[in-house]
């Protein structure tokens, strides 16, 4: 069974860090794209980053460019997002997600990630 575990989210004031962590069990990471997604209420989910299975071909919204960096260690089985120079407007709940195993996913558009995490709420406030 697959499972996805976010944590890292919290309370930090304009101009702050965070580090997001996806642990994920019942699959090796290494076979699957993964992205990552926020969202606000009465929003529509957006997609922020994303790194594929095959090549690691990254992708970061325009909206979280040069801010966030995402990563991943194949041996904690573990994705992460460095999320640096928070911004009010970054406050969200942020999920991870899983491609099917094997497919290339180069962009973070939700119909294409099958397994979610249950989120974690990142506030950003002074």
């Known amino acids: 069974q697959v499972q996805l575990v976010e944590s890292g989210g919290g309370t930090v004031q304009p101009g702050g860090s965070l580090r997001l962590s996806c642990a994920a069990s019942g699959v090796t990471l290494d076979s699957y794209s993964i992205g990552w997604f926020r969202q606000v209420p009465g929003k529509e989910r957006e997609g922020i980053s994303s790194i594929s299975s095959d090549d690691g071909r990254i992708f970061y919204a325009d909206s979280v460019k040069g801010r966030f960096i995402i990563s991943r260690d194949n041996a904690k089985n573990t994705v992460y997002l460095q999320m640096n120079r928070l911004k009010s407007e970054d406050t969200a709940v942020y999920y991870c997600?899983?491609?099917?195993?094997?497919?290339?996913?180069?962009?973070?558009?939700?119909?294409?990630?099958?397994?979610w995490g249950q989120g974690t709420q990142v506030t950003v406030s002074s």
């Open positions: 997600a899983l491609g099917p195993m094997g497919e290339s996913i180069w962009y973070p558009i939700s119909h294409l990630f099958d397994y």
